[in-house]
């Protein structure tokens, strides 16, 4: 059975890091493009960073620097490291498989792209 599953979310004061996993089940995760997005209240669901199957990354400017999307190919799961975090950062985290490779710029931060999600992982920062 196709499944994506988050953990790791909590609450960190502004400065802080929590580091996101996706365990990924069902899927030929090694190969295709995946991602993180994320949505705050009220706001549109939007592309944080994606992973190809050959290690590639890319991130949105607003996180670059600060976050890290990797994968543990022997253990399905991906992660995403998030260091000096902002109260800007506050947001439901999601995983997302595309079923495309590679990633591309073009497709690879628009949520109508992934074809599977998790149930999602919050995070919230406090200042």
């Known amino acids: 059975q196709e499944q994506l599953v988050e953990s790791g979310g909590g609450s960190v004061q502004a400065g802080g890091s929590l580091r996101l996993s996706c365990a990924a089940s069902g899927y030929r995760y090694s190969v295709a493009c995946m991602g993180w997005f994320r949505q705050a209240p009220g706001k549109e669901r939007e592309g944080v960073a994606n992973?190809?199957?050959?290690?590639?990354?890319d991130y949105a400017d607003s996180v670059k620097g600060r976050f890290t999307i990797s994968k543990d190919n022997a253990k399905n799961t991906l992660y995403l490291q998030m260091n000096s975090l902002k109260p800007e950062d506050t947001a439901m985290y999601y995983c997302?498989?595309?079923?495309?490779?590679?990633?591309?710029?073009?497709?690879?931060?628009?949520?109508?792209?992934?074809?599977?999600w998790g149930q999602g992982t919050q995070v919230t920062v406090s200042s």
């Open positions: 992973i190809d199957g050959d290690g590639s990354t």
């Open positions: 997302a498989y595309s079923g495309r490779y590679p990633c591309a710029r073009w497709w690879a931060f628009q949520y109508s792209a992934y074809a599977n």
